[in-house]
């Protein structure tokens, strides 16, 4: 696992994300580039609107996601609906560009008590529909806050990630990230999920399924 500090700078541009913007910083951003893209560009504005394509500054994501977890939505390794903790939640932001197999997020989640996961870290997003539990497939920075481990507080946890990944969590025998990539999100978003585990809730504090950001194309 390798991390990608400067790409933490496109993820204040990724949270304004929005078409009206979209044209005026590609046009700044490009202004070096010869006229013929330009023209392009505006030719094929509305196609554009469709496409897995989002520029912004150096950095270039082919999707980007947010998950709004909560407690309601946790499945433990049973596949049987359980509790999460009651009154938190959280938020998670993910742009990538899969071409690179580099993932950024910007992860703040309302919990309290410690981590535990027999992942190397306890943030991560799943592999599984909605209603159902399934394998790790990338373990994120666990979020750290000032508020005290026993009362809920915001956490913050954001950087990026680039494949091969590894969970440290092992199914018959191999990492539960072996042979992951990011295409494999963005070819079924609706088959990820992103949540946190601690003491308490151990089959997750929250969870949430991932969504496109459809605004940003
Ligand atoms: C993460 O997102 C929050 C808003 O949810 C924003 O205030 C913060 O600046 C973002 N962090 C980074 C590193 O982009
Ligand atoms: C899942 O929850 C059910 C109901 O509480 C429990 O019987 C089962 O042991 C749990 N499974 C795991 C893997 O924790
Ligand atoms: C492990 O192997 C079993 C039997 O082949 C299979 O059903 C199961 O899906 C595998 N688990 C994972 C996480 O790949």
């Not at 938020?91 to 190397?120: H, M, T």
Request: glycine share 10%; aromatic share 10%; hydrophobic share 35%.
């Amino acid at each position: 696992m390798r991390f990608a500090a400067l790409a933490l700078l496109a993820l204040p541009a990724l949270a304004m994300a929005a078409p009206s913007s979209k044209r005026e910083n590609w046009g700044k951003e490009k202004e070096h580039d010869d006229m013929h893209d330009h023209k392009e560009y505006d030719d094929h504005h509305e196609d554009k609107h469709h496409e897995k394509e989002l520029v912004k500054g150096v950095f270039h994501f082919t999707s980007t996601y947010t998950a709004w977890a909560g407690p309601d939505q946790v499945i433990n390794n049973s596949q049987v609906a359980v509790p999460g903790e009651p009154g938190a939640y959280g938020v998670y932001k993910f742009g990538i560009n899969a071409d690179e197999d580099l993932i950024c997020y910007n992860i703040s989640v309302y919990i309290s008590g410690d981590y535990q996961s027999p992942a190397v870290t306890a943030t991560h997003i799943h592999e599984a529909v909605r209603g159902r539990a399934g394998p790790p497939r990338i373990a994120f920075p666990n979020p750290t806050g000032d508020s005290p481990l026993t009362e809920q507080g915001w956490r913050t946890s954001y950087g990026c990630l680039q494949g091969p990944f590894e969970t440290g969590v092992l199914a018959n025998g191999t990492d539960t990230a072996e042979g992951f990539t990011l295409a494999q999100i963005e070819a079924n978003p609706a088959g990820f999920f992103a949540d946190v585990h601690t003491v308490a809730f151990p089959a997750g504090a929250i969870r949430g399924q991932i969504q496109l950001d459809e605004s940003a194309y």
